[in-house]
């Protein structure tokens, strides 16, 4: 395994620079709290569906919304049995949702949302990607788990050989790529750092900026 203190800060300015460099267009507001919800919306994943629906984990209110960015309207909402945080993509119109302290509840997208089945996992989950029949899932203790869609452990990683622990919150994380080759990229919120691991979660280089502090969001990333 890679040590997973490497730090290569030169690749990651130059993608901030070339992100710099980008055109903005300035699109309409998107009312993202309705008349059922008791708070504020706290907004801790945005998922771009078909068409112009968006997808939206909103954490403080327990539910996930469907928006039409063209018409600024709600198309769906549904409660989940606790507070949602990540999203992701999984085949034949399903989503993926972590709940902190509540494992993962898939949900059906086609139309209206609609509940799926609920895994159950060891912690209190964050970040999430599929890949291939598997679930790759973070946790706010600082492990990194390979799942299969029962929510068995495959494979996971927390601390190094030394018992340092890899990870302080990985907050959200992304698989770019397919197969073997694929790589996973993993934010730590409390270190401001992204790591980029091999599918087998072997810890490749970690990137580390001071402008990164405010991209720890891998949603703004990729």
């Known amino acids: 395994m890679t040590e997973p203190h490497k730090i290569a800060s030169a690749s990651v300015r130059q993608g901030i620079a070339d992100l710099t460099k980008r055109r903005f267009t300035p699109a309409i507001d998107i009312t993202m709290t309705t008349s059922t919800d008791n708070r504020d919306s706290y907004l801790s994943r945005m998922l771009h569906l078909a068409g112009s629906r968006l997808l939206i984990a909103d954490f403080t209110n327990n539910n996930v919304k469907v928006m039409d960015m063209q018409t600024n309207s709600l198309v769906s909402q549904i409660s989940v049995p606790g507070r949602p945080w990540d999203i992701c993509h999984l085949p034949v119109d399903q989503v993926a949702v972590t709940m902190a302290n509540k494992g993962i509840q ?30 790759i899932v973070s946790f706010y203790n600082g492990k990194l788990a390979v799942l299969n869609m029962n929510g068995h452990v495959i494979r996971q990683i927390e601390r190094d050989g030394s018992g340092k622990e890899l990870f302080n919150w990985p907050a959200y994380l992304v698989v770019v790529g397919e197969g073997s080759t694929a790589f996973i990229y993993v934010s730590d919120r409390r270190r401001y750092t992204i790591s980029k691991l091999d599918i087998a979660l072997n810890i490749i280089k970690t990137f580390q900026d001071p402008a990164s502090k405010v991209l720890w969001h891998l949603g703004t990333i990729f």
């Open 106 to 135: 898939f949900l059906k997208t086609r139309g209206q949302l609609a509940i799926g089945d609920p895994i159950k996992v060891d912690g209190d989950c964050r970040g999430i990607a599929y890949h291939e029949d598997t679930l």
